[in-house]
């Protein structure tokens, strides 16, 4: 039986006791005999996949290297996962780059089918690395079937760390944000924007997104957010937000909102 994260209640009261049983609670999530199993057969195992279709085909090695990028939901799309997986990640025109979920180009990028050879799956240390994040990703997701907002929260930081990694210009790191699904809704809801404003231009965007940092933290860019303390905020802001949503007042309020944004004169 797999271990069920406690998370009593909601919003920055809640986030304040999770970070207080964190390790406790980890710690007894990633010795449940179902995450053992998983993590003891990708371990013992992935140093022999050198092609992305032979992680496709082994399924328990699947749901690990897919879990260890927040992707679980895909499992089923083995033709479209050993595409974005096998094509070059230096190709401008290769899948993982077309996608908008920036996730794909992650796990490419990290396994190396169609950049190295041989992968890095060869790599001594790869096995214990991506166990490391599939572990914190399948805590998170267990946190996120009692209370999804936590779920967010707990990713932040890495998803965040994942970005800071990639040594991005500021527009592509804005540009990645948006095109990640965890990040942008944690900072949509933190700026207070409407989920519509995803269906404006790109770089109107892009503009919307750089001025609601300025006026939340004094700062445009991605980059301010490598600081733990800033992360801190955002998050306690984004959680805040949160709460605030779950009452009547705010239905009315994300109308108003989603009015504004489709009318001839935008507002922001």
């Not at 920055?12 to 980890?26: D, H, K, P």
């Not at 992935?46 to 092609?51: A, E, H, N, V």
């Not at 519509?196 to 006026?215: M, N, P, Y």
């Amino acid at each position: 039986m797999t271990f069920q994260p406690v998370v009593p209640f909601g919003g920055n009261a809640g986030w304040a006791f999770l970070q207080r049983t964190r390790e406790a609670q980890q710690t007894a999530f990633e010795a449940s005999p179902a995450i053992q199993r998983d993590t003891d057969y990708f371990r013992e195992t992935i140093g022999s996949i050198t092609t992305a279709e032979q992680l496709v085909d082994d399924r328990r090695l699947l749901r690990v290297a897919l879990g260890a990028f927040g992707l679980d939901e895909d499992i089923n799309n083995t033709f479209f996962i050993r595409k974005a997986l096998e094509e070059s990640t230096l190709e401008p025109g290769s899948l993982a780059n077309r996608l908008s979920d920036k996730r794909y180009l992650a796990m490419a990028e990290t396994f190396g089918f169609g950049d190295v050879v041989p992968p890095n799956t060869a790599l001594s240390d790869f096995p214990d690395r991506i166990i490391e994040q599939f572990e914190s990703r399948q805590f998170e997701v267990a946190v996120g079937n009692q209370n999804p907002d936590m779920r967010l929260a707990l990713s932040l930081s890495s998803e965040l760390q994942a970005l800071a990694d990639r040594g991005l210009s500021d527009d592509a790191a804005w540009f990645t944000v948006m095109a990640t699904p965890p990040l942008r809704t944690v900072f949509e809801r933190a700026f207070s924007l409407p989920i519509a404003v995803g269906t404006l231009d790109i770089d109107r965007q892009l503009e919307i997104f750089r001025e609601k940092a300025s006026a939340f933290f004094g700062d445009t860019t991605v980059a301010q957010f490598a600081d733990p303390e800033r992360q801190e905020e955002l998050n306690r802001l984004f959680l805040a937000r949160s709460e605030l949503e779950t009452t009547p007042q705010a239905t009315v309020r994300g109308s108003a909102a989603l009015a504004i944004l489709q009318s001839a004169t935008p507002l922001f």
